[in-house]
């Protein structure tokens, strides 16, 4: 079993920056792809970053690209999204998830344990 839990979330305004963390425990988390998705009110969740098991390869939506960073660190179990430049577009709750294999996916549907998400709001 995998527990992931998000961190770093709250309320920031329009212009400013955010640093997710999402802590993994249970598995050999360096074996494994790491993702991040978001979920505004209404909408479906949707793909934000994704990384490979090594940090090697890391895939972005257009939508954050150039603005937002993952990167991980597997001596801590841990995963990270730099956000900056954020807009009120941005508002969603985010969570990561883990697929259990080394290759980065953008597909929601290809991970396999996901966390309880945390809150990012942006005022504009």
């Known amino acids: 079993q995998v527990q992931l839990v998000e961190s770093g979330g709250g309320l920031v305004q329009a212009g400013g920056s955010l640093r997710l963390s999402c802590a993994a425990s249970g598995r050999t988390f360096s074996s494994y792809a790491m993702g991040w998705f978001r979920q505004a009110p209404g909408k479906e969740r949707e793909f934000v970053a994704a990384?490979?098991?090594?940090?090697?390869?890391?895939y972005y939506a257009d939508s954050v690209k150039g603005r937002f960073t993952i990167s991980r660190d597997n001596a801590k179990n841990t995963v990270y999204l730099q956000m900056n430049s954020l807009n009120s577009e941005d508002t969603a709750v985010y969570y990561c998830?883990?697929?259990?294999?080394?290759?980065?996916?953008?597909?929601?549907?290809?991970?396999?344990?996901w966390g309880r998400g945390t809150q990012v709001t942006v005022s504009s």
């Open positions: 990384i490979s098991w090594s940090g090697g390869s890391t």
């Open positions: 998830g883990l697929h259990l294999a080394g290759r980065a996916t953008i597909r929601n549907d290809e991970y396999d344990y």
